[in-house]
T-cell receptor
Framework: AQSVAQPEDQVNVAEGNPLTVKCTYS??????LFWYVQYPNRGLQFLLK??????LVKGSYGFEAEFNKSQTSFHLKKPSALVSDSALYFC??????????FGKGTMLLVSP | EAQVTQNPRYLITVTGKKLTVTCSQN?????MSWYRQDPGLGLRQIYY???????DKGDVPEGYKVSRKEKRNFPLILESPSPNQTSLYFC???????????FGSGTRLTVV
């Protein structure tokens, strides 16, 4: 069975500093990996995905993620955090035709 | 506008009173899914559907029913709601494969 782990319940970072939100995964085949963001009282919004190709994937709002096959990781990054980036972030994985499995989420808090 | 529409957004009901949460998508997606979101547990899949008349259980199907009589609609039915089904529910749709999901805005259900 596929699974996703987000080891940090919360990440705190000061505005202007780089941020990383961690994600590791487990699938039996080639992974399709996704990051979603949820703002308060809103649904989930797609940020970026890795299917194949370059290990560094660029997405919306200046976010990027690095796929590392040997470490089975797909960490979300941003060079310079904004207060408006404060939200709940979900990593998700699917194995080809399987359903999408989500991690438990990481709350990102960016302080002014 | 491409979207997934859920109704209602908020619902308070009593134990045992049957209810239906509707979900409709206008993107001609074959794949649809229901998730529930609970604090500390992330998103857990309830049911999914690969196409019309094709549905299957997710990770937490107990106490729920679904139907997929037409491609655009995927209602979630709680025949006899209980307080442990108090949660935030999301419907999502996808083209499948390496495409991500499009999520509805969510339905916050309280069962008293």
């Amino acid at each position: 069975a596929q699974s996703v782990a987000q080891p940090e319940d919360q990440v705190n970072v000061a505005e202007g500093n780089p941020l990383t939100v961690k994600c590791t995964y487990s699938v039996s085949g080639n992974p399709y990996l996704f990051w979603y963001v949820q703002y308060p009282n809103r649904g989930l919004q797609f940020l970026l995905k890795y299917i194949t190709g370059d290990n560094l994937v660029k997405g919306s709002y200046g976010f990027e993620a690095e796929f590392n096959k040997s470490q089975t990781s797909f960490h979300l990054k941003k060079p310079s955090a904004l207060v408006s980036d404060s939200a709940l972030y979900f990593c998700a994985v699917r194995d080809g035709y399987s359903t999408l499995t989500f991690g438990k989420g990481t709350m990102l808090l960016v302080s002014p | 506008e491409a979207q997934v529409t859920q109704n209602p957004r908020y619902l308070i009901t009593v134990t045992g009173k049957k209810l239906t949460v509707t979900c409709s998508q206008n993107m001609n997606h074959e794949y649809m899914s229901w998730y529930r979101q609970d604090p500390g547990l992330g998103l857990r899949q309830i049911y999914y559907s690969m196409n019309v008349e094709v549905t299957d259980k997710g990770d937490v199907p107990e106490g729920y029913k679904v139907s997929r009589k037409e491609k655009r609609n995927f209602p979630l039915i709680l025949e006899s709601p209980s307080p442990n089904q108090t949660s935030l529910y999301f419907c999502a749709s996808s083209q499948g494969g390496d495409y991500g999901y499009t999520f509805g805005s969510g339905t916050r259900l309280t069962v008293v």
